[in-house]
Nanobody, 126 residues
């Protein structure tokens, strides 16, 4: 059973950048997808970006042009580069994965996720 762990969170000023990483024990192969979700205090968890085994990538509107999702398949690390951060980007960021019958669209749906990391906190404030 894969274990996901996020690192790279922290506190930054508006306009700053962070890079989140998600390492997963176990081997991801076949028709998998992975993604990032964010949950702000008192809010529902929402999708930020996802990718699948074909390389297809989908971004939420709030992430387009500022965030970049990528995966190092050799190291099996999922990344989320966060640029031009805003206070509204603050929250817990969760790495997510589904290992079967998955597409980037599937990994946008919280109910379709099979595996979650514990989350990492990102705080954007001046």
């Amino acid at each position: 059973q894969p274990q996901l762990m996020e690192t790279g969170g922290g506190s930054v000023q508006p306009g700053g950048s962070l890079r989140l990483s998600c390492t997963g024990s176990g081997t991801f192969y076949g028709t998998y997808c992975m993604g990032w979700f964010r949950q702000a205090p008192g809010m529902e968890r929402v999708e930020i970006a996802s990718l699948d085994h074909t390389g297809r990538i989908i971004y939420a509107e709030s992430a387009k042009g500022r965030f970049t999702i990528s995966r190092d398949n050799t190291k099996e690390i999922l990344y989320l580069q966060l640029n031009s951060l805003k206070p509204t980007d603050s929250g817990m960021y969760y790495c997510a994965a589904r290992l079967t019958g998955a597409t980037a669209e599937v990994c946008q749906r919280e109910y379709a996720i099979d595996y979650w990391g514990a989350g990492v906190l990102v705080t954007v404030s001046s």
